[in-house]
């Protein structure tokens, strides 16, 4: 990597090192100017396969090979970013790593990376925040330093995007849903996009490559990441947890195109598939609204206490939705035990409330003996609030590593709670000792951060854990030990937020068995069984 002064244009970028080209003049042309025309020419194809109202994507699926090869198909996914030029800002992109065999997620260290038409700047700041904490993810420029999947998508972004910043990462031995995490994380507002780099089958012939890549058409079409393997897509892996995180988050998928090297510029005998897809969020073009306490502002008469008081606006917005909140909670859960997969969600059907962004709780008890059985939340609001719950419901249920997965024999003794959270602001403390007299036990749900060792160590409580640890020097004793620190551990650089929640409890089971069929519906006529409004 080389150093070089780095041009301004995105957030937290700054002069640095360089990631120079390293597929410049093989996987496409080395010269600027003959670069450009190529590009140009191709992204010229891909608008004029474009509706003219064609919305824009959140995501997109596009391969990675050659220009010559995919890079047409290619071109029709940027084209289809391309109107939103002014309003994306950074473009989350990711694929697998061909050449570095290594575990976990990497990052690039660099500012910016280079290509024959300039340099990309890198949004360093902006993705090390979000992904602070993340077990497995971690700067490998030596994974970079060859690797083509990500290198040749720059060329379109910067004839397409302008600039917009860059956040490069690469999947190695890895699982979809650390890959789901990640991109979570990064999800963020309408001014990022996610990309993922990935090729279908290799070195199939003509008709059985066009046979599997259909089957892999039709899974990613369904949202299905239980099929698609190393054989069916090089990037399975980033594949799969894009995926599994559309499916939670109610994303149509679009089909852009499907072809493979026999059709554009190789022989028929040994081919390599491509296909791109087009992820749209049914709230895409929803203005974001920081923290759970907006979305009841989204409701009629809530607004002024909810600006005035967050906590007043989430305890108004889950008394007025309470059993929409479990019904949702409950749907996500029980369709994982029937189907083996979260629900989808057709937010037309849901209070305008629930459908603005919002973070929560889930948490699923023992009703015998009121002991965990599962718990998984968001701490940022990042998508529309029944999404989040509707999401976590599956989730406490088969993504909580500390548990199996729940069974249909155990539906009926569970008790499922939704617990909505209000903005986490800052608490300045000036040691130990100041945080413990600041801390209010039953109301405050604590955050806490440091970095030790390069790394950053994050621990969050529910306030509902003081119910099991009433005495504060106890809860932030467990507290940092979640971290993964000692339990005294106290520094300069230790960071503490605060927030509140405001929740629902319920047996959705309660005396109809395991099969009660409970599902996503969140209509004024939703049962949730034996329901205490906790708020």
Same mark, same amino acid.
């Given at each position: 990597m080389t150093t070089a002064p780095v041009a301004s244009g995105a957030s937290g970028v700054a002069p640095g090192p360089v990631r120079p080209p390293a597929i410049a003049g093989a996987f496409y042309a080395g010269d600027a100017a003959a670069l450009r025309r190529d590009v140009a020419a191709m992204l010229e194809a891909g608008r004029a396969a474009r509706a003219a109202e064609a919305p824009v994507p959140k995501a997109v699926i596009a391969p990675h090979a050659g220009h010559v090869y995919s890079g047409a198909l290619a071109a029709r996914a940027y084209a289809r970013l391309e109107p939103a030029r002014e309003r994306l800002r950074r473009v989350v992109l990711i694929g697998p790593a061909h050449r570095v065999p290594f575990h976990g997620i990497a990052l690039s260290g660099a500012a910016a990376w280079r290509t024959p038409l300039g340099d990309v700047p890198l949004d360093q700041a902006w993705a090390r925040e979000r992904l602070a904490g993340i077990a497995g993810v971690a700067v490998r420029d030596e994974a970079h330093a060859a @690797? *083509?999947?990500? @290198? +040749? *998508?720059?060329?379109?972004?910067?004839?397409?995007?302008?600039? !917009? !910043?860059? +956040?490069?990462?690469?999947?190695?031995? !890895? @699982?979809?849903?650390? +890959?789901?995490? =990640?991109?979570?994380?990064?999800? %963020?507002?309408?001014?990022? =996009?996610?990309? +993922?780099?990935?090729?279908?089958? *290799?070195?199939? %012939?003509? %008709?059985?490559c066009c046979s599997r890549d259909a089957g892999t058409a039709a899974a990613i079409e369904a949202l299905d990441s239980a099929v698609i393997g190393p054989h069916e897509a090089c990037g399975c892996t980033p594949v799969n947890g894009l995926l599994s995180l559309a499916r939670a988050r109610g994303l149509r998928v679009e089909r852009l195109g499907l072809c493979n090297s026999g059709d554009t510029a190789g022989p028929r005998d040994r081919v390599v598939g491509y296909g791109a897809w087009a992820f749209h969020d049914p709230d895409g073009d929803r203005a974001r609204v920081p923290g759970a306490a907006a979305a009841a502002a989204s409701e009629p008469g809530d607004a002024a206490a909810a600006h005035a008081d967050p906590a007043a606006g989430t305890e108004a917005l889950v008394r007025a939705h309470a059993a929409a909140l479990i019904r949702l909670a409950a749907g996500g859960l029980e369709h994982g035990v029937r189907h083996g997969r979260a629900p989808g969600l057709d937010l037309d059907q849901v209070p305008a409330a629930l459908r603005a962004p919002g973070a929560a709780f889930v948490t699923l008890t023992r009703a015998a003996d009121d002991r965990l059985r599962g718990c998984i939340g968001s701490v940022e609001a990042a998508r529309p609030l029944a999404l989040d719950v509707l999401a976590h419901g599956y989730n406490a249920g088969f993504r909580d590593g500390r548990f199996p997965p729940v069974t249909a024999e155990e539906l009926a003794g569970l008790c499922v709670s939704v617990s909505v959270l209000t903005p986490a602001v800052a608490l300045p403390v000036a040691d130990r000792t100041d945080l413990l007299g600041r801390m209010r036990p039953g109301v405050d749900g604590l955050i806490i951060e440091d970095r030790v060792g390069g790394q950053v160590r994050r621990g969050l409580f529910l306030p509902q854990v003081w119910e099991q640890l009433p005495d504060p020097a106890l809860f932030l004793a467990h507290l940092m030990r979640k971290a993964g620190l000692p339990e005294t551990h106290w520094s300069a650089s230790v960071r503490v937020s605060r927030f509140e929640t405001r929740g629902v409890k319920a047996t959705p089971w309660a005396g109809s068995g395991a099969g009660s069929g409970v599902g996503p519906g969140v209509g004024s006529g939703a049962g949730s069984g034996a329901l205490k409004a906790t708020a």
């Open positions: @690797e *083509h999947c990500l @290198e +040749v *998508h720059l060329p379109f972004l910067q004839a397409t995007l302008g600039d !917009a !910043a860059l +956040v490069p990462l690469l999947v190695g031995r !890895a @699982e979809p849903a650390q +890959v789901a995490r =990640v991109l979570e994380a990064l999800w %963020d507002g309408p001014e990022t =996009v996610l990309i +993922v780099s990935s090729d279908l089958s *290799h070195f199939l %012939d003509y %008709d059985r």
